[in-house]
């Protein structure tokens, strides 16, 4: 009856308490059942046993409470012990079991740092250059702004100019989409040093506002203002680099005067390192000086910053509306509307760079896909140990935490190999890279990337690992502990699962070969092109004058020729050109173009591709006229020109152009030219250029002499004294002296770079596929092993169990092979733009790509060819 009564009285809800919650309300009612059966041996009536017990014990509710505190913290603490406990003895056998199994694991944590390495490497240089370029406030509104002409450019060159101050101004007032607009400009400029020598150096001009547009503030001294552009604008700022090269980092720098192209200009500042001009990649600039919107006769590059909600194509209409109002060129002028691009899109290998990211994308699954192959295959060797292990009482749930546990310590090594690599591989590309990609310089490792790829390798590593391990515990035990349970439906699953990992692994590989092929031969191409002129022992030399004394062309003028009259008595010189493009680069007049006599193209836009030249230009190219003779009048009422094949031959196929007009209208007031002359076809901008762009040559004039072409016996070292002889014509004048073989050169070393790391990318790859599909043969081998030794014993030819092997290597290559061509036809859409003289659809390169999976198939079933081919019959029965 008492016992009944207890239990009445602490007829509680236990239905989700925890086990220690019981424990405490059993212990309390065994008290109580104690301290009553004492009372009633005591004397005590049975009705009144229960009630004095609890009286005595005091609060029933306070001290169960208590008690229940007391066992949770208790409970708590032991659970903490007991989870610490079991994460130590986890991972430690975590690590034994890696450490037995070195080859297998040396290949896992190689094949995860590759793919996590040139993952987080490629997709850092994405990040600093295409998503995150410039570090100001509110980076994904800022844009920057030119002018391009608007009429029915069929050209597909993208040229840009730059707003006038009037226009920008005129921006500045009514684009009100716009929170802030800056202008800038960038130029070289020259610095006496202290051996008197002149050093050049980059100068910016921004407005007074660009540091609050940057969120940043002088490092010490202050910055310029209205009123020191008002006062002629005689001051500047240095950076930070150039202030500690220089200057000793002195402080006492500010105040003190120093002279750039013979004029004075007081330091008032120090811009700190993190300040970064506003040009993707830009390395820095070494004075910041102040830029004159008042001032009408200049133009400038100009970066803005978006209000928010406001779209890119509402803030270009805007300011298109500002610049007609204040735009009083009238309607015959070429119309110019403005362009808003962000940053990303003025990177030059923007194109590259979002194909290098797909690239190393497919390294990073073909990496994924090994680790998973790999993976799987472990799983199926290990059946039999977690077999042993149900068998002896290990609950699924205690397995699936030791699988998980190696996994992430697999990943974690891993991953940290991957980001020394990643960092190291980053630094090698910056490194190696050419001058023409220097904005690569301002990449860095991104933190965000590489967790991103961490991220992959952990789910593939974790979803493979552990899962495959749990569906070969799932076996009968009894099944797998059998002798001879390797060949069960469960390992042939695994098996199919393996086979559609490497399938997929040669088809992605497959993909990457065909790309890297087609841009190898592109390469080939380049370097191969016929120029059209001899570059070999040519070369520009550029003069870099005081702007203050050779601001008029014509004193520019007098000083070249002179300059190159002299430098020409120099010994080992054969000829010496002055003209407005030195190869390499291009001069456009843009227009409409007309012919004299023939209807006028309304509504059109050309580029045409000009240069100023005299009469020794083709004599020292080592070019010639094909029609025509060489200007008879270089004055500029003659208005004669010569022309280029390709030019003639677009305008008048099968004629002759000699004695045809024409001329490149704007306002439909300019002098008509006459052709007297037609030159070869040269890539005189490089290769890769289209040598049978439209090109116009006129003579020499003082506002187009801007730099001296050379040709040399060949020996470099003849024009060394062009320096001195520049020195010694004006203290402040230096002369910049470049081969010009090696400028072209370095045109291709862009596509070179691309083309390098994307082989580096396609060789990872097929070493990856390459060991999927021996892990695959070998695998396959080693469960046919009895069956082998069976064969063989009944007399079957080894060289057909060797086929047999083959065969299967070779249907996975075929299958994986098919589907990259597939993929591949695709995927070359992407580097179609990057191609010369290869087509997208290019049979040469899909065939290589075949021949270079076939190889890599054969190579990897070798080794598990030759081990069925050494199996013992008698052995190979006995081991089962």
């Known amino acids: 009856m008492i016992r009944a009564g207890i239990r009445r009285a602490f007829r509680l809800p236990l239905r989700g308490r925890h086990r220690w919650e019981r424990d405490v309300e059993d212990e309390i009612k065994l008290h109580l059942t104690l301290r009553a059966e004492q009372l009633m041996a005591a004397g005590v009536s049975p009705e009144h046993a229960y009630d004095e017990a609890v009286r005595r014990f005091g609060a029933l509710t306070e001290s169960r409470a208590r008690l229940v505190d007391a066992a949770r913290h208790r409970e708590a603490s032991m659970q903490r012990a007991e989870y610490w406990e079991d994460l130590r003895q986890d991972l430690a056998f975590a690590f034994r079991t890696l450490a037995r199994q070195k080859g297998w694991t040396a290949i896992t944590l190689i094949t995860l740092a590759l793919g996590i390495g040139a993952t987080t490497a490629v997709f850092s240089a994405v990040s600093s250059l295409l998503l995150h370029p410039l570090p100001y406030p509110n980076a994904n509104r800022v844009v920057f702004i030119d002018q391009q002409p608007s009429e029915g450019n069929k050209s597909g060159i993208s040229v840009s100019i730059l707003p006038s101050a009037l226009v920008v101004r005129a921006w500045r007032e009514r684009a009100h989409s716009f929170e802030a607009l800056e202008g800038y ?67 006492r720098v500010v105040g003190n005067a120093i002279a750039l192209d ?36 200049i133009g400038m590059r100009l970066i803005g910053r978006l209000r928010p909600g406001a779209s890119v194509a509402v803030a270009a209409r805007e300011l298109d509306s500002a610049s007609a109002a204040v735009d009083g060129s009238g309607a015959k002028r070429l119309p110019f509307i403005a362009r808003v691009v962000t940053p990303a899109q003025t990177v030059s290998f923007r194109d590259s760079l979002v194909m290098l990211t797909g690239a190393v994308a497919l390294v990073m699954l073909v990496a994924c896909a090994n680790v998973a192959h790999l993976l799987m295959a472990r799983a199926a060797v290990r059946e039999r140990e977690l077999a042993v292990r149900i068998a002896l009482g290990a609950g699924r749930g205690r397995l699936f935490r030791q699988l998980l546990t190696e996994s992430l310590v697999l990943t974690s090594v891993g991953a940290l190999l991957g980001f020394g690599i990643g960092w190291a591989g980053l630094k090698v590309i910056i490194a190696l890279r050419p001058r023409a990609l220097s904005a690569l310089d301002a990449a860095h490792l991104d933190v965000t990337t590489g967790l991103i790829a961490v991220g992959l390798a952990v789910v593939s590593a974790v979803a493979f690992g552990v899962l495959g391990a749990l569906q070969s515990a799932r076996r009968s035990t009894h099944g797998a502990l059998k002798t001879g349970g390797s060949g069960s439906s469960a390992s042939r699953m695994h098996a ?257 770079f691309v083309m390098l790391i994307l082989a580096v990318f396609t060789g990872l790859a097929l070493v990856l596929a390459a060991v999927g599909m021996y892990g695959v043969m070998a695998y396959t081998v080693a469960q046919k092993t ?67 999976l076939a190889a890599t198939a054969a190579l990897a079933c070798i080794v598990p060819t030759r081990r069925a081919l050494a199996v013992d019959p008698m052995t190979a029965i006995r081991a089962e």
């Open 185 to 251: 400009n960038t130029t070289d400029l020259s610095l006496r040093t202290k051996s008197g020598e002149p050093s050049t150096i980059t100068s910016i001009r921004v407005f007074p506002s660009f540091l609050s547009f940057a969120g940043q503030r002088p490092l010490f001294g202050r910055m310029f203002d209205s009123t020191d552009v008002a006062r002629g604008g005689h001051v500047l700022l240095l950076s930070e680099a150039f202030w500690r090269e220089r200057f000793g980092a002195d402080r």
């Open 262 to 297: 013979d004029t004075l200009y007081t330091v008032i500042g120090v811009m700190p390192a993190s300040l970064k001009s506003p040009s993707v990649g830009d390395a820095g600039r070494d004075v910041w000086m102040p830029l004159d919107i008042r001032n009408n006769d």
């Open 496 to 752: 199919r699962g393996r086979a559609t990992l490497v399938v997929s692994e040669m088809a992605l590989s497959a993909t990457l070969v065909v790309g890297a092929t087609m841009l190898v031969r592109s390469v080939i191409n380049l370097q191969r092109a016929d120029l059209g002129f001899d570059p070999h022992g040519l070369y520009h030399i550029e003069l870099v004058l005081p702007r203050a004394r050779f601001a008029d062309a014509a004193a520019r003028t007098v000083f070249l020729d002179e300059f190159a009259s002299r430098l020409r008595s120099a010994s080992g010189i054969k000829s010496i050109s002055v003209d407005m493009t030195p190869p390499g680069w291009r001069n456009f007049s843009i227009g409409r173009f007309e012919i004299q006599g023939e209807p006028v193209r309304t509504g059109t836009t050309e580029f045409i591709d000009i240069n100023s030249i005299d009469g020794d230009y083709f004599k020292t190219m080592g070019m010639r006229l094909t029609q025509g003779t060489m200007f008879t009048d270089t004055s500029k009422a003659a208005g004669q020109a010569i022309i280029n094949a390709g030019f003639a031959r677009a305008h008048w196929p099968g004629g002759s152009a000699i004695g045809h007009r024409v001329r490149v209208a704007q306002s439909g007031d300019e002098p008509w030219l006459t052709i007297v002359g037609v030159a070869n076809e040269a890539q005189t901008s490089g290769p890769g250029s289209e040598s049978s762009t439209p090109l116009l040559y006129w003579p020499s004039r003082p506002e187009g002499r801007r730099s001296i072409i050379v040709r040399t016996s060949g020996d470099a070292q003849l024009l060394t004294h062009a320096k001195t002889l520049a020195r010694s014509m004006d203290a402040q004048a230096s002369a910049n002296v470049t081969s010009v073989e090696r400028d072209l050169a370095q045109a291709i070393s862009g596509p070179r």
């Open 786 to 852: 009895r069956e082998i030794g069976i064969r063989v014993a009944l007399g079957a030819p080894r060289q057909r169990i060797a086929a047999s092997i083959l065969v299967r290597g070779a249907v996975l290559a075929l299958v994986g092979s098919t589907l990259g061509m597939a993929s591949a036809t695709w995927g070359t859409r992407l580097i179609e733009h990057q191609l010369y003289g290869v087509a997208r659809s290019d049979i040469a390169s899909f065939a290589a790509a075949i021949v270079v």
